[in-house]
C-alpha cells in the first residue's frame, strides 16, 4: 500500500468489485436462460451459488475495514473529551488492536492506560486484562 496519496492515485476500486460485476452478470444470463424453459433447477441453483460467493466475500472484506474506522474515530473523539492534547499525540502511536483494547476501559481509566499502552507496547490482551472497571461493548458486530 502506498503510504502517500495525491490527486492521481486517490481513485479507489474495491476488491472483488470485479469479480462481483461478473457473477451478477452469470446470473442474470442464468435468469434469462430460466426464462426461456432450459433446465431451470440446475441453472437456478448455480446462478445463485455464483453469485452468492462473491457478495459474502465482499460483505466481510468491507464490513471490517469500515469498523476499523469506526472504532478508530470512536475512540479518538472519546480520547479527545478524556485526556489533554499532550496526551493525544500518544493515541497516534497506538495500533488499532491496542484502541480497540481501550475501548473497554471505563472513562477513568482510560487516560493511565492510554499512556500505558503507548509506553509499554502493551498488546490488545495486556489492555484488557489491566482494566478493573469494564466498559461494556454490546454494539458490536
Known amino acids: 500500500m502506498n503510504p502517500t496519496q495525491t490527486y492521481a492515485s486517490h481513485t479507489h476500486f474495491p476488491r472483488l468489485f470485479f469479480v462481483g460485476f461478473a457473477a451478477w452478470a452469470i446470473a442474470v444470463v442464468c435468469f434469462g436462460l430460466m426464462l426461456f424453459g432450459f433446465n431451470t433447477q440446475r441453472i437456478a441453483a448455480g446462478a445463485g451459488l455464483i453469485a452468492l460467493f462473491p457478495a459474502l466475500a ?84
Do not use: H
Open 58 to 141: 465482499m460483505g466481510r472484506l468491507y464490513v471490517t475495514p469500515l469498523q476499523d474506522r469506526i472504532i478508530r474515530a470512536e475512540m479518538r473523539a472519546r480520547c479527545e473529551t478524556l485526556v489533554s492534547s499532550e496526551e493525544m499525540a500518544t493515541f497516534s502511536k497506538l495500533s488499532l488492536k491496542q484502541i480497540a483494547g481501550l475501548r473497554f476501559a471505563s472513562d477513568q481509566e482510560l487516560p493511565n492506560l492510554l499512556a500505558r499502552a503507548a509506553a509499554e507496547e502493551l498488546t490488545s490482551d495486556q489492555i484488557k486484562k489491566a482494566i478493573t472497571t469494564w466498559r461494556p461493548d454490546f454494539d458490536r458486530t
